[in-house]
């Protein structure tokens, strides 16, 4: 046993490590392996196809050469950078997100996403694109308009025959009410069918057909529109409102609104006039309309009011409310009603998340116009106020069809 102890020990040759990617892919090694950095994870090239949800902007092709929007498989929406003014559109983005000042850090509230500028081939056609978040994602009926807003849809570099074919273009709707709609889409409550609205039909719209339009959209053309659905788009609505009346040297030429909201929530809140009649003969009843309640996911049970110990942001204001009771009119009764509503309504429009899941959101597109012009001194953009308000205007309108639906 001595003799085995003291024998020396045998020097191996050191063994030449693998990397686990080498392992698996079956890579050979090579004489730099104990140096070598680890190889990176192949990874999938990302796919695009062409966007099939929208409404508005260029959606021909030029030859092989597509034009319109396209779709990214992580999900990002591709706007292709067509022409020169477009440029413009990446530097408004750019500024946008850097930007510390007040006013533009809220307006990107107000703006998808911006994840930069990447070159994607498609068609066998490359070509750069700006990559937005999809305001869509998680719908399972997205109903979508585009309004353009403002008389004016030209900036100061337009030559005649520019303003004079802008002139042109839906002229009778930017006359009357500020704003035009190239285009819209609306799954039906009834069928579930989609309809599709584009440019040809924005053209003819004017007067009461304008109505009839966001009528048609909301889901309200054959019937009684949804309360919640009207306020949660006119909350936001409102919101913009507020900034665009402050003055600041930004100037949003040709910009447009897209309001999005899921069919499937509303149908959800309100069935068609079919199905409720069956519910009323004796069928399983549906989340009740004429509460403010019928606003929450329908996947995540029912909302309760705010307990004692977590006082709602609005409950001073609500306590304020006077009240009185009579033998014939239980107006305590009433009030209650009123109370327990408007206070989830207000608490849910006074959310601080970033997403704060929502019937869907307005979101402000289109900057290839919009100017800063940090040189002049700061006015209010009137011609895009003007536009806003009277879109404003109508929603108010027909958010007063509604003031039932608060009991």
């Not at 046993?1 to 490590?17: A, G, H, N, Y």
């Not at 006074?350 to 869907?360: H, I, Q, T, V, Y």
Request: hydrophobic residues 35%; positive net charge; contains cysteine.
């Amino acid at each position: 046993m001595s003799d085995v102890c003291e024998r020396p020990k045998e020097r191996r040759p050191l063994r030449r490590m693998r990397s686990i990617y080498q392992v698996h892919y079956g890579l050979k090694p090579s004489g730099d392996e104990m140096t070598a950095k680890p190889l990176p994870m192949p990874t999938d090239p990302l796919e695009v196809q062409a966007y099939s949800l929208q409404v508005a902007g260029h959606q021909t092709t030029n030859g092989a050469k597509y034009l319109g929007l396209l779709q990214c498989s992580n999900g990002r929406i591709l706007k292709p950078i067509l022409k020169e003014s477009q440029r413009r559109e990446v530097d408004f983005y750019e500024h946008l997100a850097a930007s510390k000042h007040p006013d533009l850090v809220e307006l990107r509230k107000f703006t998808p996403e911006y994840f930069g500028v990447k070159k994607f081939t498609y068609n066998g056609h490359e070509q750069e694109y700006i990559m937005l978040e999809d305001l869509t994602e998680r719908m399972l009926e997205p109903c979508i308009m585009d309004v353009k807003i403002g008389k004016r849809t030209w900036d100061d570099s337009a030559t005649a025959e520019k303003i004079k074919n802008e002139e042109s273009k839906y002229r009778a709707c930017k006359q009357e009410f500020g704003f035009c709609i190239p285009g819209y889409q609306v799954f039906k409550l009834s069928t579930g069918k989609l309809q599709k609205f584009n440019k040809d039909h924005g053209k003819k719209l004017h007067g009461h057909m304008v109505i009839a339009a966001l009528r048609n959209f909301l889901n309200a053309a054959g019937g009684g529109l949804c309360r919640a659905l009207v306020l949660q788009q006119l909350a936001a609505l409102w919101a913009l409102q507020r900034w665009a009346s402050r003055p600041r040297p930004l100037r949003l030429v040709a910009s447009s609104l897209l309001l999005v909201y899921d069919a499937a929530r509303l149908r959800a809140c309100c069935p068609p006039r079919g199905e409720r009649a069956a519910l009323e003969a004796g069928g399983p009843r549906p989340l009740r309309r004429k509460s403010i309640h019928s606003t929450h996911n329908p996947r995540s049970g029912p909302q309760q009011p705010p307990s004692p110990s977590s006082p709602s942001p609005w409950s001073a204001a609500l306590e304020r409310l006077k009240h009185s009771h009579s033998f014939e009119h239980n107006y305590e009764d009433k009030l209650s009603k009123i109370r327990m509503n408007y206070r989830a309504q207000l608490d849910q429009l006074a959310s601080e998340g970033p997403r704060p899941d929502p019937w869907g959101s307005v979101r402000l597109i289109d900057f290839a116009h919009a100017s800063f012009g940090d040189e002049a001194p700061p006015t209010v953009d009137l011609n895009f106020k003007r536009g806003l308000d009277g879109l404003v205007a109508l929603f108010e309108a027909l958010l007063k069809e509604t003031d039932d639906q608060v009991f």
